[in-house]
């Protein structure tokens, strides 16, 4: 039950995110003054990220994992597998799970990958 609420809720998220990506996109298109106002709102000046860049950024890559591994639970179930209770369970806490730790592989690549964030 959790984990069909919380696939709700994330598919809603990211779509909510959509209107980021589409905001991103259109300052990038709009040239060198747009994109500084769009990047104002997620960093500071020296360019790492501040408060509201960490909460959008690392919320959504938590809720596209969330909801991409309920999606694929999801899909699994609609073809009829995974309805015995205690596999149906494992299965919902590995979405979490799995969530959790992309969600920090992926932020520990990129601080990596670049350390001025
Ligand atoms: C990453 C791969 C994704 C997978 C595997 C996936 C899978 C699914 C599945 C299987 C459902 C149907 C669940 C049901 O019937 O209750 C669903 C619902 C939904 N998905 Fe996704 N999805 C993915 C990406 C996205 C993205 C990128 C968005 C938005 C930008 C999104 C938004 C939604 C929404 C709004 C729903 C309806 C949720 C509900 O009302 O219960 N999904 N997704």
Redesign the pocket.
């Known amino acids: 039950m959790t984990v069909?609420i919380v696939?709700?809720a994330?598919?809603?998220g990211?779509?909510i995110?959509?209107l980021f990506f589409c905001w991103w996109l259109g300052a990038l298109a709009s040239g060198p003054a747009g994109y500084a106002a769009f990047l104002d709102v997620f960093t500071y000046q020296s360019g790492k990220l501040n408060v509201i860049g960490w909460i959008v950024g690392v919320g959504l890559t938590l809720t596209?994992f969330q909801?991409?591994a309920?999606?694929?639970r999801?899909?699994f179930m609609?073809a009829g597998d995974n309805f015995e209770l205690r596999a149906n369970k494992t299965t919902a806490w590995l979405t979490f799970g799995f969530a959790i730790v992309a969600t920090a592989a992926f932020w520990t690549a990129l601080l990596l990958e670049t350390p001025h964030v």
């Open positions: 069909s696939h709700r994330t598919g809603t990211l779509t995110g959509m596209l909801h991409m309920s999606g694929v999801h899909l609609d």
